[in-house]
């Protein structure tokens, strides 16, 4: 069992972050890893990025938004409550190197994946320009660590009740165009869409860039072979070759299309806990 | 005398099982189990040879007569004892166990009849010592100090757990998913083998006083050289499988509703999505299955989709029906639920629709040519005669290769071309302090085969703990 120590509700009520308590785990984990887990006895196996571990307190943290019944029932947990099991850290890390100018570009939870990267190029040297969106204020994560772990700092919202009002993928243009062949690498981090349209936006300028994909898998391991992507035309495997890739080798058309495999199960599993749980409120 | 002409001419003692069209929509155990009277008699049948050639044929050399003996006299606890000696799993053994190429194969009562049914003896002896509750446990040799990590927890790493625990080693299995039993807990589907039974052997050697660590990705939580340090032990033996999916290689294979049979089985069987939604893992249903391959994982793949409902269940295979790895009695049981064998044929493609489900499959009909080297005639494809088939569930139960998630983080270990480690026939690897055996040393077997490779490795491992390396 892994205690939750600390919970915080981020962002409009559906956006939660937990420090947990898996020393194992925090000993060992390095940005752009994740961990497997299982809520209790009848969940399913999600994976989680790490957003932030502390090796000394043997923490480990989680962000994530409420989409379905496992995430839902996450947040049904409070403090001092356990997850049943967790397993990790899985994935290959993000390689971090010394390399100039690097832009992080974030969107939605996707924020909380980007973060210990984006540290990761900051303690390594480079010159850090972060980019993150939401589609409103209230949506935005992380904002004070990002800036934190950021030489340059941008914030976007679609509806522009904060920062920039547009996408991330405008401000990207424009740093691109501003600092041209000094950007090493770019690392975007959201929503497949999102990932998408901004690795366009880097192909333009010949910019190498990374994507971390949110596949859906069971064992995490590289053993079932659920989270298969199509990268530069060969299968890999998410969880073990990934979760990065080269974004512009991603079929991206794919990975949307895989992600929406079990829609109608998902929807059923949440219509029945949420129905369940309005007959327990009733009850009491 | 009278009574002794009478016990050579019994018949064979059938297992009682769950009708065909009962069972083809449940998933409850399809053999029932033998009650006392049953037991004794098929116990009877045994002639109690002086040397018999049925422990030859046991990987883990259980002493067939011994237990079969006390059986036929009513002494299941002395029967236990018997099997334990030499056994860890018997219950999971007896069920799952190809005895008819063991220990039955080689029974001397087979020659002239069928042969005595020791899997479903061993089976009924295992199954009333988990009904009983104070049976004693084994003895266990005194305390030795040293420390044993045994990575997996499949069949061959619970032997070894087993039978290191009993010689006074502390012992510690490390499990990467959150419930011990590997293969037989997310591959082996529940009619074959009950995960409770599982759970039982398992708690079994818990009892015994192994330690079980599961959600420990060994290689990745931790690394070999990191137990063999900083963790203090003393060896390691590795029984990881192999557990890293082989796909077809055609176009299409990325499509929603293509499964390898790892995924497939997973999720049946380690996440029960058989019973979604009282278990969050989706399981998807189908109306017209393919599987493609012909061993026993198809045969659980085939199987399992039958008891989701579906009624168009079909087994690809590229070769004739004479050459289907898979056990008889699986393809005898698969057949009487209403499977179909479509056999000489090999998918070429994957047809989607425009979300990327999957709607069809084309297939290569295929001829049978001269003998390759497994001695099987090669399947070669007959020129311009394709069929495209309605499906939307396709399972690819092709084998499985090496994850090179150990080996990869493990300096010293010698792998082979195909990524599985080399080790001596003790299980001895290139590393000192390190043991590997079953599937990640000989490329997918049995659970008994695992076994008797843990076996081997335990005595070795035994011997370096005693002496030294």
Redesign the interface.
């Known amino acids: 069992m892994y205690k939750i120590l600390a919970k915080r509700v981020l962002a409009q009520g559906t956006v939660v972050e937990n420090e947990i308590e898996a020393p194992r785990i925090a000993a060992k984990a390095k940005p752009g890893q994740f961990v497997i887990l299982r809520v209790n006895e009848t969940g399913e196996r999600i994976p989680l990025t790490m957003a932030d571990t502390d090796p000394n307190r043997g923490t480990i943290t989680i962000i994530y938004q409420v989409v379905g019944k496992t995430t839902a029932l996450l947040k049904s947990l409070e403090v001092m409550d356990a997850i049943m099991d967790i397993a990790g850290p899985l994935g290959t890390p993000t390689p971090i190197e010394k390399k100039g100018t690097v832009i992080c570009v974030g969107g939605g939870t996707g924020v909380a994946v980007l973060h210990p990267i984006t540290r990761g190029f900051h303690q390594a040297g480079n010159k850090v320009i972060s980019i993150i969106g939401a589609r409103t204020k209230d949506l935005l994560i992380m904002e004070d660590k990002m800036k934190k772990a950021s030489d340059e700092f941008y914030v976007c919202t679609d509806d522009g009740s904060y920062g920039h009002h547009g996408f991330v993928t405008d401000v990207l243009r424009e740093q691109l165009t501003k600092l041209g062949s000094e950007v090493k690498e770019a690392v975007c981090i959201g929503p497949v869409p999102m990932m998408k349209f901004c690795s366009k936006v880097t192909e333009e300028y010949g910019v190498p860039t990374m994507v971390s994909l949110n596949a859906i898998m069971v064992d995490g391991t590289g053993m079932c072979g659920c989270c298969r992507v199509q990268v530069g035309g060969e299968t890999k495997f998410a969880c073990v070759d990934g979760p990065e890739f080269d974004a512009h080798k991603v079929d991206f058309e794919g990975l949307s299309k895989r992600l929406t495999a079990y829609v109608p199960q998902e929807r059923q599993a949440m219509d029945r806990y949420e129905q369940k749980c309005a007959c327990e409120t009733k009850g009491k | 005398m009278a009574e002794k002409a009478k016990k050579e001419k019994a018949p064979r003692t059938p297992m009682p099982e769950q009708k065909p069209e009962v069972r083809r929509r449940n998933f409850e155990e399809v053999p029932m189990g033998y009650t006392a009277e049953m037991a004794q008699a098929e116990a009877q049948r045994c002639l109690q040879c002086k040397k018999p050639s049925c422990k030859e044929g046991c990987p883990v050399n259980v002493d067939i007569p011994q237990f079969i003996a006390e059986i036929a006299q009513g002494n299941y606890a002395g029967a236990i004892m018997q099997l334990w000696q030499k056994n860890s799993l018997p219950a999971v053994c007896g069920r799952v166990c190809p005895q008819e190429n063991q220990c039955e194969g080689m029974c001397i009562v087979g020659k002239k009849d069928k042969p005595v049914a020791i899997g479903n003896l061993e089976r009924f002896a295992a199954d009333w010592a988990r009904a009983e509750k104070d049976l004693p446990m084994p003895p266990k040799d005194a305390p030795t100090g040293k420390k044993v990590a045994v990575v997996g927890s499949g069949p061959g790493s619970l032997t070894v757990a087993g039978d290191l625990i009993r010689k006074g080693h502390e012992v510690t299995v490390f499990e ?3 419930k011990a039993g590997g293969v037989l807990v997310y591959g082996i589907p529940e009619f074959r083998l009950p995960k409770e039974i599982v759970a039982a052997e398992v708690n079994f050697l818990e009892r015994l006083g192994v330690k079980v660590e ?4 060994v290689g ?3 690394t070999v050289d990191e137990l063999l340090t900083e963790e203090g032990f003393d060896a390691v033996y590795l029984g990881v499988g192999a ?3 082989r ?1 077809v290689g055609v176009p299409g ?2 499509l ?1 509703g293509v ?2 049979a ?2 497939y089985l ?2 049946a069987n380690l ?2 999505g058989y019973l ?7 399981l998807v249903g189908g109306e017209h299955v393919c599987v493609f391959g012909g061993g026993n994982v198809a045969m659980d793949s085939l199987r399992t989709a039958m008891r989701m409902g579906c009624d168009d269940v079909k087994c690809v295979y590229r070769r004739s029906e004479q050459e289907l790895p898979a056990r008889g009695e699986e393809i005898h049981h698969a057949k009487d639920e209403g499977i179909q064998f479509f056999v000489l044929h090999n998918p070429i493609r994957f047809i989607g629709d425009e ?2 489900r999957l709607k069809a499959v084309e297939l290569q009909e295929m001829k049978l040519g001269e003998p390759d080297e497994s001695g099987r005639r090669r399947p070669e494809p007959i020129p311009g005669s394709t069929k495209t088939l309605e499906c939307d569930l396709a399972i690819i139960a092709i084998g499985s290769g090496a ?3 150990i080996t990869r983080t493990t300096p010293g270990l010698a792998v082979n071309k195909w990524g599985y480690i080399e080790a001596d026939e003790a299980g001895k690897t290139k590393k000192p302090g390190v043991w590997a055996g079953g599937d990640i040393v000989t490329g997918a077997a049995t659970v008994i085969k695992a076994a008797g490779a843990g076996r081997l490795a335990a005595n070795s491992m035994h011997e370096y703990l005693t002496w030294g390396w």
């Open positions: 990467a998913f959150h599961c959600n420990m990705v990745s939580t931790i557990g890293l999916p796909f294979e990325n929603i499964y390898s790892n995924e997973t999720r996440m029960k979604f939604p009282e278990y969050d893992t989706p979300d990327n994850n090179p998630l």
